[in-house]
């Protein structure tokens, strides 16, 4: 009980320390890749303390809900990244780690920035709140197919279970599991905006998404966005590495040792992802955003197929 | 042989990698995507056959995965791109299907091959059950391609990525005769020749690789 509680709190701060931290990584390997000297991958965490400094402006016809909405996203995130594992198994959270609980908490968090986006009633901000809302309505259900890929395979929707599962290497290798994979690649693209979706990197673009709902926010309701949005990148890629590279992560009830271990696999892994976001970023342009539905309908119908692979190899169908 | 043993495990994911290229090509507009696509998939599955050569002992696999190497990844696609360069045309194909239709038809045509193979092969584990129907899906997919692309580089890659999908049920097989697998590759190189030509030919004549100009010219109407 102590060791799962531990591990929980070791792996909070780490999360929450690492995600600014991440996109500061991701910045500066995309700009080294573009031949730029690019800023110091701190450089989100000193933008953040600015933003926390200063105090936000909230525009006269908002409402309530400009003002809730970041803490309940911030929330509904920390709460979501609370749940992934990342470096060892068996943490304090792992019983109710389910990937479904997972999408839930993470649809709370879009549900409370596409009610900030309209709140103001700006004509951007209802652009992307529309948009995000139209890109969720298929990235969810792929997600959903993923994690019924996953619970088929794994015999638990849980994600401590899953990651278990994998790790051990009983399975094998599936066709279903390179069909969710690249399934939940393009859902994770599109939760966090980032590059054929949408580009992190823009202001007042008229394809923007994620950008355009946050016009509005300044001061420390901006720094509460932005966080939440590298945090949520942070547990986009760890729930990748945990489903589909489970391996170096310290088994529940592992010592000292093994969560070292699990630790130095886990920043390997994570160093890795970024890197292939930093060159796959770099290498394509950004879709229009008409053609996103048919990237995400691809992801839908590919999980899909996955889950229709696997009713047939289990018998189930 | 089952899931978790490394023999399996290895020609699964090929074969999962070569559908997955299967349904990019499905995907993608663009025509030198198009053709990286198929060489991708050329290469998978000339490894899928050099794999399934030290797996299953034999021989034979080692030339098939050769000839698979080298035709299909290297010199098929080089062949393409350098027909695409002369004619200038790395615009996006046109479809006779949308992107979204397509893709559902895909993913029902690859439930329509489990379905089809589930009974047939039913005497057989499910593991030789779900490879013969990602090689059939393959098939299938292909001739989806071929359909669903109005240019004659669009017909000439979903021909190319149907025979992928035969080889691949071939070398999942054991004891494939490597007579009949020499006389698919050269046939594959003829078509490759003759699809040239064609496209040479209807270029000359039409300025166009769009195949809609040959219904005019039969005298169909559309």
């Known amino acids: ?317 | 042989m089952g899931f978790g043993h490394i023999p399996f495990d290895v020609a699964h994911a090929l074969a999962g990698g070569m559908l997955l290229m299967s349904f990019v090509l499905l995907y993608q507009r663009r025509v030198p995507a198009l053709i990286a696509a198929l060489a991708t998939q050329g290469g998978l599955l000339g490894l899928a056959a050099l794999w399934q050569g030290w797996a299953q002992d034999a021989a034979g696999l080692y030339l098939t995965g050769l000839i698979a190497l080298v035709a299909k990844a290297v010199l098929i696609p080089w062949a393409l791109s350098t027909l695409v360069r002369r004619f200038g045309m790395h615009g996006s194909v046109q479809t006779a299907l949308g992107i979204g239709p397509s893709l559902m038809a895909g993913v029902a045509l690859a439930a329509l091959a489990l379905v089809v193979v589930l009974p047939v092969a039913a005497a057989d584990s499910a593991l030789a059950q779900e490879d013969l129907a990602v090689a059939l899906s393959i098939v299938l997919l292909g001739m989806l391609v071929m359909i669903a692309r109005r240019n004659a580089i669009g017909q000439v890659v979903g021909l190319m990525s149907m025979e992928n999908g035969l080889i691949l049920a071939g070398v999942g097989v054991q004891g494939l005769p490597l007579m009949v697998e020499l006389s698919t590759a050269a046939l594959v190189l003829v078509l490759a020749l003759v699809a040239g030509v064609f496209m040479t030919g209807i270029r000359e004549r039409f300025d166009s690789l769009d195949i809609a100009f040959l219904e005019d010219h039969r005298g169909e109407r559309r």
């Open chain 1, 1 to 317: 009980m102590f060791a799962a509680l531990l591990t929980q709190a070791i792996h909070a701060v780490l999360l929450l320390a690492l995600a600014p931290l991440l996109v500061g990584v991701v910045r500066w390997l995309k700009a080294r890749l573009l031949g730029r000297r690019g800023a110091s991958p701190l450089q989100p965490w000193r933008d953040l303390r600015k933003l926390l400094l200063k105090r936000p402006v909230v525009a006269e016809s908002a409402s309530v809900i400009t003002v809730a909405a970041p803490y309940v996203a911030v929330a509904a995130t920390v709460v979501a990244a609370l749940l992934v594992p990342s470096f060892t198994r068996g943490m304090a959270t792992a019983p109710v780690a389910d990937l479904l609980v997972l999408a839930g908490c993470l649809t709370l968090a879009r549900g409370a920035l596409a009610l900030a986006g309209m709140d103001a009633g700006t004509a951007f901000g209802g652009l992307g709140a529309s948009r995000e809302m139209a890109f969720a309505a298929l990235a969810e259900p792929a997600l959903l197919l993923v994690a019924l890929c996953c619970a088929i395979l794994a015999g638990s929707s849980n994600l401590d279970a899953i990651a278990g599962a994998f790790a051990e290497g009983l399975l094998g290798i599936r066709i279903s599991l390179a069909l969710a994979l690249a399934a939940l690649a393009a859902v994770a693209v599109a939760e966090n905006g980032r590059i054929p979706v949408d580009n992190p990197a823009t202001h007042l673009e008229l394809t923007m998404v994620h950008e355009a709902m946050l016009l509005e926010a300044s001061g420390r309701h901006l720094a509460l966005w932005e966080y939440q949005s590298a945090l949520s990148l942070t547990l986009w890629l760890s729930l990748l590495a945990a489903i589909f590279a489970p391996f170096g992560m310290a088994p529940a009830g592992a010592g000292p040792l093994g969560w070292i271990l699990g630790l130095v696999a886990f920043a390997a892994k994570m160093g890795a992802l970024a890197l292939v976001l930093a060159v796959f970023e770099s290498a394509i342009a950004k879709m229009r955003v008409f053609r996103v539905p048919e990237f995400l309908g691809a992801a839908l119908l590919l999980g899909l197929l996955g889950a229709l692979f696997l009713y047939v190899s289990t018998g189930l169908l």
